[in-house]
């Protein structure tokens, strides 16, 4: 006969069931889980950078390349045509001012001062023989102007006389009208050498003023090949830098030629270059940041060159501080100008996953997972950028380059 199972028989079996479904569940919540991790990509926290939406002040700016270059730089140039004689400084040196640089040659220009010396004498005496001349001529025609004078008296006593005989019959008519012609005579030569006294003076005059002003004329030359050869002495205009020079012994120079450049060393300004694309954003005045090595100076867009290279444009900005100790000649800097800004905003830190302005997806971290959602980014430069809309102060935003998962609504971000 069969036996009826004993109660205990019948918990034990139940235990066993309980622990075999337990043991189940576990299985397939391990199996889950072990899924979950395979089919379910995921990066750790370290490997992506993240930041924090935050309220702050946010620049719209353009990214220039720029080098410090300096406030005061002058070009020396060849006087005339030459060649270098002798080249006593090297360039890299600093200089002090006055101090010789090279020597250029002379001797054309030592040439044209003793001709133009002749010629200055050459004048001189012209204008000596001019003078001697004008008042010998002067001092004849005067003495000719007495003696007519003279005559004139003679003949007009005659003619005095010869009147008054002549109503009494003791003088003929011939006679008084000899005495009259006479006069005239006279009198018309006078006045004509006295027309030629004042046309003497005045064109012996003129000649002398024509022989001085010839004189001034080679002697402003001589003043400006005096110069052209204090110019063969080439000195450093002020105290600085040699940056360039010409330094073959010998080598022949056109007239303007370059054959050396000073740079000032205490007072630098930026020249920066940015693509033409931005062009119509730029203007006189603009703030800019410099930026090298963690520094950070203040400037100001002082010049827009109206010529467009290559694709760039160039701008001088002018800086807060000239002299700052970090500025070096030829130093390659980050040029930002600011074209817009705000005090206070949204912002949150720049980076690859940030692709300009506009609305775009991003990542924002919730609950250990990395969610897509879609915002829109506004002002921004190289370090910040403002988040008009899709987020809240203290989200935190995915900003390192996650390309990988764009595919993903979301990923797993683990500690």
Not at 79 to 89: E, G, H, T
């Amino acid at each position: 006969m069969d036996q009826a199972i004993s109660q205990g028989t019948l918990q034990q079996r139940r235990r066993k069931t309980i622990l075999l479904i337990l043991a189940c569940l576990i299985v397939v919540m391990l199996a889950a889980w072990v899924l979950n991790r395979v089919v379910s990509p995921g990066v750790s926290l370290g490997e992506i950078r993240v930041a924090q939406v935050r309220v702050g002040a946010v620049d719209n700016t353009i990214n220039a390349s720029g080098i410090v270059i300096p406030v005061h730089e002058e070009q020396l140039s060849s006087p005339n045509q030459s060649r270098i004689s002798k080249v006593i400084a090297k360039a890299g040196q600093q200089v002090h001012a006055g101090e010789l640089l090279m020597v250029l040659d002379d001797h054309t220009i030592r040439l044209a001062i003793d001709n133009l010396r002749e010629q200055i004498s050459q004048q001189q005496i012209r204008e000596q023989v001019l003078a001697m001349e004008m008042d010998a001529g002067l001092k004849k025609i005067a003495s000719e102007i007495e003696l007519m004078e003279l005559d004139l008296q003679s003949n007009q006593v005659k003619l005095a006389r010869y009147q008054k005989l002549g109503p009494v019959g003791i003088t003929s008519a011939v006679d008084l009208q000899a005495a009259e012609l006479a006069v005239k005579r006279n009198e018309v030569q006078l006045r004509q050498h006295k027309e030629t006294l004042t046309d003497t003076r005045r064109t012996t005059s003129s000649n002398i003023e024509a022989a001085r002003l010839q004189k001034s004329i080679f002697q402003k030359q001589m003043e400006l090949q005096q110069r052209l050869l204090e110019q063969t002495q080439v000195k450093a205009p002020f105290d600085g830098l040699l940056t360039w020079m010409l330094a073959e012994e010998g080598a022949s120079l056109n007239t303007g030629q370059l054959i050396a450049k000073v740079s000032e060393l205490s007072n630098f300004k930026v020249e920066a270059t940015v693509s033409d694309f931005y062009a119509r954003y730029l203007n006189a005045g603009q703030k800019v940041r410099i930026e090298y090595s963690g520094q950070i100076l203040l400037g100001e867009v002082q010049t827009i060159l109206p010529e467009i290279q290559n694709g760039t444009v160039k701008l001088i900005v002018t800086l807060a501080q000239p002299n700052h100790p970090v500025l070096r000649h030829r130093l390659r800097v980050e040029a930002n100008i600011i074209t817009e800004q705000k005090a206070r905003s949204l912002i949150v830190d720049s980076g690859p996953a940030i692709n300009g302005k506009g609305r775009q997806d991003v990542y924002i971290l919730e609950a250990g997972r990395a969610v897509r959602k879609s915002v829109e980014i506004g002002l921004g430069d190289s370090k910040v950028v403002e988040v008009v809309q899709g987020a809240r102060a203290g989200d935190q935003l995915v900003i390192s380059d996650v390309s990988q998962f764009r595919h993903l609504e979301s990923f797993r971000v683990t500690q």
